[in-house]
């Protein structure tokens, strides 16, 4: 079994030495490492807070948070898209449409009523959102904050 990434003991933890680098290796996505790390800061910020530890390792100078991945994003061809959608069942089809189109994030796409859909205006109102909580698919209707408005995709207008 390999060791832990993190030490068991705040003492420990304090010197900044509990993130092992084979985390990299083990986590090859960086976007993925950044919300872990911050995620972790965040948890121990509170164990600061709460007087369990003297001060968050994350905030350590030994100890830099991942960095940001200087590729960009390659958006699909519109071939690909098609094909993929294409290759998809018959109810699923729209998403493409949606994902490709308006660009909104997962639990917002599978979230969306169609009444949501302003057909022949160009605009998509998302309101509510699915996500996962305990293990269960909930449907979230969103504070001001989370909501949002997007272009429609343009084959929607014809509606």
Known sequence: MDKPWLSKTAADMDSGQH???KLERAIPATSYRRVI????????????????MRKNPC???TVRAPARNAQKVAPWASER??????????QYR?????????????????GL???????GTGWVHVGCRVK???????SLCPSARRSGTYP???RWLKH
């Open 81 to 90: 898209v098609f094909a993929a959608q294409a290759a998809l069942p018959e």
């Open 113 to 119: 009523a169609e009444e949501a859909i302003r057909f």
């Open 59 to 61: 905030s350590a100078s």
């Open 19 to 21: 993130i092992d680098p």
């Open 132 to 138: 996962v909580v305990e293990g269960e698919l909930v």
């Open 152 to 154: 429609s995709p343009r």
């Open 37 to 52: 790390f911050s995620s972790v800061s965040a948890i121990l910020n509170a164990a600061v807070d709460d007087e369990y």
């Open 94 to 110: 729209a998403m493409v449409d949606l994902g490709a189109g308006c660009g909104p994030r997962q639990g917002e796409a599978f």
